[in-house]
């Protein structure tokens, strides 16, 4: 089956750090990436779409100069959480779209925690 | 809009109980319906999914079928086993976008 990891898994960091999580498809490539945030007890929110090697596409309501995401190559997408703060503490998923299909793997998660 | 709503948990059974999980829908269009499994640590993984009306999806002895008239896509499952624990996710797709339910966390007892 398609393999999905992230990493971190857990990351905490102080409030003004910028932190980057990988999101990686390790058996198939994917020209579509999604990103998700988890919060508590709540379902999954898209937050933006990117294409490889194109600039990605935010939700309403995302920043997009808060959240950075880079689609580098077909098995690779970086989420960058410029200057966090607490409110930014979540669970952030990412989502490859396998190639040339509409089926969507999803990685393991990465938790957020902003002091 | 696009939404779902589903039963809150956490849905506690004894081992062989009879499980259902209730998923509502809205949506314009003809979504795709999807139930998605996560179990501690991992990512969400494909449980079934159904792509038009009276479609029934089934895995692992699990099954939902799309029902237009009532917007729902619940989950069944006859017997459930201590495995079977998990949180379970309901979603729609449409337009190649995915919108989750909130999740129900279910707990089985031996």
């Known amino acids: 089956g398609a393999v999905v990891s992230q990493h971190p898994s857990r990351v905490i960091c102080k409030s003004g750090t910028s932190v980057k999580i990988e999101c990686r498809s390790l058996?198939?490539?994917?020209?579509?990436m999604f990103w998700y945030r988890q919060f508590p007890k709540k379902s999954l929110m898209l937050m933006a779409t990117s294409n490889e090697g194109s600039k990605a596409t935010y939700e309403q309501g995302v920043e997009k100069d808060k959240f950075l995401i880079n689609h580098a190559s077909l098995t690779l997408s970086t989420l960058t959480v410029t200057s966090a703060h607490p409110e930014d503490s979540s669970f952030y998923i990412c989502?490859?779209?396998?190639?040339?299909?509409?089926?969507?793997?999803f990685g393991p998660g990465t938790r957020l925690t902003v002091l | 809009g696009n939404s779902v709503t589903q039963m809150e948990g956490p849905v506690t059974l004894s081992e062989e109980a009879f499980l259902t999980i209730n998923c509502t829908y809205t949506a314009t269009g003809y979504p795709s319906l999807f139930w998605y499994v996560q179990y501690p640590g991992e990512g969400l993984q494909l449980l079934l999914k159904?792509?038009?009306?009276?479609d029934k999806g089934s895995n692992k002895g699990f099954e939902a079928t799309y029902r237009k008239e009532t917007t729902s896509f619940h989950l069944e499952k006859g017997s459930v086993q201590v495995s079977d624990s998990a949180v379970y996710f309901c979603?729609?797709?449409?337009?190649?976008?995915?919108?989750f339910g909130s999740g129900t966390k279910l707990n089985v007892k031996p």
């Open positions: 159904a792509t038009k009306a009276d």
């Open positions: 989502s490859p779209e396998l190639e040339g299909t509409d089926t969507q793997y």
């Open positions: 058996d198939f490539q994917a020209t579509t």
């Open positions: 979603a729609l797709n449409n337009f190649n976008k995915f919108y």
